[in-house]
């Protein structure tokens, strides 16, 4: 195939250069042109000699020996005259410089052409070449010169616990198809870019051992409607002939985008195509494929709900940004391959970058060892860091990753806010971690996680909801004085909430029992026809919610009062390690308890308080 490709350039080669030849040539014997009246001119002063004809065009010569080229509109109404001043008439079509002049014309287009069809059989040739390999392969599943293994992966310790499971789906298929198992089909990894979706996909494959069949959503979004959709059933036709297998689709978005009617451009279209293709192919795997399907995507809430449904894309793992300990893990695997000096504290290294991703990190030790390379030094050193450290935040800062420290402190208060009062309110659900990593447009958050499913909340438990939902806001401004945009959403959310247990849930005395709907968009004509209310009483149910929210609004500050110096310890126990979980949040009590009783009976606690302290690192 080579040979042909470099016969064709060879050719292509020649052609360009006999081209600009020929060009130069003509260009060489063009005669300069003149009008037919000039010609006229001249041949009335009978000073042509010569003439040659071809068709319309005129090559003459004059008495003087010059030559000249001209144009005769009507060359049978010229010829008597020039028979008449006895000038020499010669001509022909097949005159030779009349045949270079076809080939100069005919050059560009045959070039084009050649480099058209040189072009096209590079194509073919790429695609039989790969088919050479394996019958039929555009998809063929990657080769793996050295898997990926787990250890690989760092600081991402829930989604690897999950995905164990999977590995030994893959390993022992039949162990569960036995039992009746269904395998689960697709697993969607949510997450910013650079957090290691591909990597925990690839690790997954390199664990279990099987192949690894990769592509990315927009190599399906064609030009042409109808390759996409046809590219993902040659995918799975593929897939199947090897399994158990594993199938990445990264940038899902890219073809699993939302289908909106309205749309009617051809890409929609060809989107929507593909994507059905995708669904049709889930569908329809026997129990015997063992094929799963890993996604990944940054835009989950553009996501099409058909493929979230069940048997598809049922299973989500939220892949975020490292915390203090997942970074230094990732540093920790990146060390192994380097050389770095002891002075180096990758502790240290892990505090001062919040936000970073694993790509990120990844490229700061990278960068490191450049700029250490480039010094001349055998090792990398601290200050090397530094140096790489800044260039990363250039390019980060552009994506409005960073967090300023002022920030980082705010959100640490706010949602230590949060988590005091779920510890003390009575009726809340168990907190089950804190974090101040920011997850796509909220902040920081604090997870509770319902003991059981609630279906009928108690107007206890509605109450200290809003007055957990108050706490970032009062944390706010009982230990930093500071009102910031932060509480925006939960704010929304309280108000929500009693608003609902003044009018539908008959919650306050001075409503009652009675059911008011209120505007909650779309129908609300229909629903003010039937649950109408006076001015009187819309009044009375803006006062209830209002007294209702800040009468929430004063416990949490009670309580956090009450309990600031817990507040101030899990605050900074927040900005150190950036999540803690339940167990760590109670050490954290325990630890205020201690002081606290050290405190009344007036020992000094200094020494004590460093057995108190949480290691970030443990
Ligand atoms: P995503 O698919 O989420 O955009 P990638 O998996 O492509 O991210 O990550 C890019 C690179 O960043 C990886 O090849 C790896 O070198 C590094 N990386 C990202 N996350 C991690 C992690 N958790 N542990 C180790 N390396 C990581
Ligand atoms: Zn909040």
Redesign the pocket.
């Known amino acids: 195939m080579t040979l042909f490709i470099r016969t064709i350039f060879a050719l292509v080669l020649l052609l360009v250069v006999g081209g600009a030849i020929t060009v130069f040539w003509n260009i060489e014997n063009r005669l300069p042109s003149i009008s037919y009246n000039e010609f006229l001119t001249i041949l009335d002063k009978d000073e042509v000699t010569e003439v040659r004809l071809q068709g319309n065009e005129i090559a003459l010569k004059d008495t003087f020996g010059r030559e000249f080229a001209a144009y005769s509109p009507d060359i049978a109404a010229l010829l008597p005259k020039l028979l008449d001043k006895g000038v020499i008439i010669t001509g022909g079509a097949d005159d030779s410089a009349r045949i270079w002049r076809l080939a100069e014309s005919a050059v560009p287009v045959m070039l084009i052409l050649l480099v058209w069809y040189s072009l096209l059989r590079n194509q073919a040739a790429d695609y039989s070449e790969s088919e050479d390999k394996d019958k039929h392969a555009r998809f063929a599943p990657q080769a793996m010169h050295k898997p990926v293994t787990f250890r690989?992966?760092?600081?991402?310790p829930e989604a690897k616990e999950e995905l164990l499971e999977v590995i030994d789906f893959l390993q022992r298929p039949k162990k569960y198809s036995r039992l009746g198992a269904v395998i689960p089909r697709g697993i969607l990894f949510q997450?910013p870019?650079?957090?290691?979706?591909?990597?925990?996909a690839r690790a997954i494959a390199g664990e279990s051992g099987v192949p690894f069949f990769s592509i990315s959503g927009s190599d399906f979004v064609e030009m042409f409607v109808g390759v996409g959709a046809s590219r993902v059933r040659e995918l799975f036709k593929e897939a199947k002939k090897h399994t158990p297998c594993i199938v990445f689709i990264?940038e899902i978005d890219a073809v699993g985008g939302r289908r909106s009617s309205g749309n009617i451009a051809g890409g929609q279209d060809e989107r929507g195509q593909t994507l059905n293709a995708l669904l049709v192919e889930m569908d329809g795997f026997s129990t015997d494929d063992t094929i799963i399907i890993l996604a990944?995507t940054n835009r989950p809430d553009i996501l099409d709900p058909a493929l979230l449904r069940p048997g598809r894309f049922d299973r989500q793992i939220n892949?975020l940004p490292?915390d203090v300990k997942g970074r230094l893990q990732?540093l920790q695997?990146y060390a192994q391959k380097m050389a770095l000096s002891d002075s180096v504290n990758l502790e240290k290294v892990a505090r001062s970058t919040p936000g970073f991703?694993?790509?990120e990190l990844?490229s700061l030790m990278n960068e490191a060892a450049l700029i250490a390379g480039r010094k001349g030094d055998s090792a990398i050193r601290p200050e090397h860091f530094d140096i790489a450290k800044d260039r990363i935040l250039m390019g980060v800062e552009r994506k409005g990753l960073v967090i300023s420290e002022k920030d980082r402190k705010t959100m640490a208060y706010h949602e230590a806010g949060h988590a005091v009062l779920a510890k003390f309110l009575p009726e809340t659900d168990p907190i089950h971690k804190i974090t101040i990593i920011p997850r796509g447009k909220a902040l920081g958050h604090t997870q509770q996680l319902p003991l059981t499913e609630r279906h009928a909340y108690a107007k206890e438990y509605l109450l200290s909801r809003i007055t957990i939902l108050m706490g970032g806001r009062a944390s706010e401004e009982i230990c930093l004085s500071q009102q910031t945009t932060g509480a925006e959403d939960d704010f929304r959310q309280a108000v929500d909430l009693a608003t609902k247990m003044v009018c539908q849930w008959g919650m306050t005395d001075k409503i009652g029992t009675m059911s008011y709907i209120r505007d909650d968009g779309a129908f609300l004509g229909e629903q003010l026809s039937r649950n109408a209310y006076s001015e009187e009483t819309g009044r009375i149910i803006d006062r209830e919610v209002k007294t209702l929210v800040e009468s929430c609004y004063r416990e949490a500050r009670r309580i956090l009062t009450a309990e600031q110096d817990f507040l101030v310890y899990l605050a900074d126990m927040l900005l150190v390690n950036e999540t803690l979980d339940l167990e760590e949040m109670e050490i954290i009590y325990e630890c205020t308890a201690k002081k606290r009783r050290e405190g009344a009976s007036g020992a000094s606690g200094d020494e004590k308080d460093m057995a108190c302290t949480l290691s970030a690192t443990g």
């Open positions: 690989d992966v760092a600081g991402v997450g870019p650079g957090t290691g979706k591909t990597l925990i990264d990944a892949i490292p990732i695997v991703t694993g790509a990844a």
